[in-house]
């Protein structure tokens, strides 16, 4: 696998993100370190056009920013009356009609949804700033190995929003109910010990350790057979849902296709 993901030619490069694919393996790269992976409308845009161009080899994605920061947030011009230029500001969106204002936030929804597909695992590597919508990116990953100097922050809620990036699910999956309403009504600092403590992180590593210690990750998860993957995954995103006894159950038809698949009677 090739290593750093600059080596290869990118399917993607446009508005802040970057998409490269080594086999089975694709890379995602927040690409505006200057402004700490702010991000905005267009770069939503990108990360759902990254989603479509995946190849159907691909197996696991990593999600990386460039920079000192993963990612500071929502690009500050957007809260300026005048917002991004080519964008509707905040103001003209909340002068839309209601079928409108929905669909342009299901819109921006759609660079947050596809990573937790059942086909791949996505991996987020997380070091320095991870706020708002950063830090809602990251959520939307499978997992999150953090850099030591990690700083985790929901800050919709202290400027009069609400976190709408899809982060909310994931969150109260991860901490819990209370914690996750502490976390997001206070706006604070989660730095890595409590990442790690509170299930939001699966490790944490000194930054200069970080992306290796990701490529460790997608190695050793690359080396289970695709199909057991795909099938475990689905079992453990819907486990939530459904009752012990619906669970079992699931778990019975899950492993009847794999058996008749090894064995080579499957449909």
Known sequence: ??????????????????????????TVTLTNPAKRNAQSPALWRALAEAGRRLPGS??????RGEGKSFSAGLDRQMFTPEGIEGEPSFIDLAR???AELD?????????????????????????????????QLALACDLRVVADDVQFAMRETSLGLVPD???THPLVSLVGYGRAVEMCLTGRFVHAEEAVGSGLATVAVPVAELDATVRDLATAILAA????????KALLRGAGDRTY??????ERAAQARRLRDLAGVGE
């Open 103 to 135: 669909a342009a936030i299901a819109g921006f929804q759609e660079g947050f949804t596809w990573w937790r597909r059942n086909d791949l695992v996505s991996i987020a590597a997380v070091q320095g700033h991870a706020i708002g919508a950063g830090f």
């Open 225 to 232: 057979p695709r199909d057991a993957v795909v099938e475990t």
């Open 58 to 63: 691909v197996r696991v994605v990593v999600l």
């Open 96 to 98: 839309s009609g209601d």
């Open 1 to 26: 696998m090739a290593s750093p993901d600059q080596e290869l030619a990118p399917l993607l490069d446009q508005d802040g993100v970057r998409l490269t694919v080594d086999d089975a393996l694709a």
């Open 165 to 167: 990036l899809t982060g």
């Open 245 to 250: 006894d619906e669970q079992r159950a699931a």
